[in-house]
Nanobody, 125 residues
Framework: QVQFVESGGGLVRSGGSLRLSCVVS????????MAWFRQAPGQEREGVAR????????FYAASVKGRFTISRDVAKNTLYLQMDRLTTDDTAVYFC??????????????????RGQGTQVTVSS
């Protein structure tokens, strides 16, 4: 059974860091495109970062490029999102997601599959 379990969120001051984890089951991370999305209250789900099945160069949304890093540990079935220099604009629920294919399409939420509850990230000023 395919499952995603996100964790690592919390309350952090502006300028701080958090590392999110997404433990997956039912498939191998190196067989699929994986991504992170986020959703703030009243807003559409927004793509943050994506990584192809072959661990190639990741892609980041302009709003997080240079501050966030997506990575994975295949042996641990875990996808990560390291978030540095956080700002209040980063406050949202963060979700990991899978595209039903190896190469990632653009970061549009309807092209990805979501199976977890997400993890809340709150950045205070």
């Amino acid at each position: 059974q395919v499952q995603f379990v996100e964790s690592g969120g919390g309350l952090v001051r502006s300028g701080g860091s958090l590392r999110l984890s997404c433990v997956v089951s039912g498939f191998r991370l190196d067989d699929y495109c994986m991504a992170w999305f986020r959703q703030a209250p009243g807003q559409e789900r927004e793509g943050v970062a994506r990584k192809d099945f072959n661990d190639g160069e990741p892609f980041y949304a302009a709003s997080v490029k240079g501050r966030f890093t997506i990575s994975r540990d295949v042996a641990k079935n875990t996808l990560y999102l390291q978030m540095d220099r956080l700002t209040t604009d980063d406050t949202a629920v963060y979700f990991c997601a899978r595209h039903n294919g190896g190469s990632c399409p653009r970061l549009f939420h309807r092209l990805y599959e979501f199976r977890g509850q997400g993890t809340q990230v709150t950045v205070s000023s």
